[in-house]
């Protein structure tokens, strides 16, 4: 009987993928943000919110961010995404502006607000929703159901936290 019930359960194992089996997510593109501090690459969760990365892709592969600025920063998080924070004399307006084009749609998920979490930033209505990324630096589980997590930092977390006001995105891709 306990032989057959391991052989059930390395069957069961077998046909469960192996990512699923480590509890990791399921595998998306990756955005990689360089600044002079360091690099910090973002899987992003196409399959949970499809058309808020299909935009996000979109304008970082049109070199959207490059240049831009960081023009937030708290203790819980950093924001960026405007472009006017390209021009410094602009740095009292930075923050509100973003691309343009809004999603239209607000593709809550199972992901929570977790320290290196990446969101989308609005300013009242999650359909709203456009240019502007936040990383989460802690837990911030005020924001669940009222902002979009599109995504999850994979690597450079401790680049987030030393990033500052002003400090510039030097280059932003996409790798499949």
């Known amino acids: 009987m306990r032989r057959l019930m ?6 069961l194992i077998a046909c469960v993928p192996l990512a699923a089996q480590r509890g990791a997510a399921p595998a998306g593109p990756t955005m ?12 992003l ?3 949970e919110s499809p058309k ?12 959207f961010y490059r240049g831009q600025r960081i023009h937030r920063v708290e203790a819980s998080l950093v924001q960026f995404g405007d472009p006017k924070s390209r021009d410094v004399s602009m740095r009292e307006w930075w923050g509100r502006q973003g691309s343009g084009s809004p999603i239209g749609v607000a593709e809550f998920n199972k992901h929570k607000h977790i320290r290196g979490a990446v969101g989308l930033a609005h300013t009242g209505n999650a359909a709203y929703a456009d240019s502007q990324l936040y990383i989460c630096k802690a837990a911030m589980p005020s924001l669940d159901g009222k902002h979009v997590v599109i995504g999850q930092v994979l690597k450079g977390m401790e680049v987030v936290d030393r990033l500052q006001v002003a400090d510039v995105l030097r280059n ?5």
């Not at 391991?6 to 069957?11: G, K, R, V, Y």
């Not at 990689?32 to 899987?43: A, F, R, Y």
């Open 6 to 11: 391991i052989a059930t359960a390395l069957a």
């Open 52 to 63: 808020s990365v299909a935009h996000v892709l979109d304008l970082a592969t049109h070199n």
């Open 45 to 47: 969760f196409r399959s």
């Open 32 to 43: 990689v943000i360089e600044t002079l501090k360091g690099t910090i690459e973002i899987q």
């Open 172 to 176: 932003v891709t996409v790798r499949e």
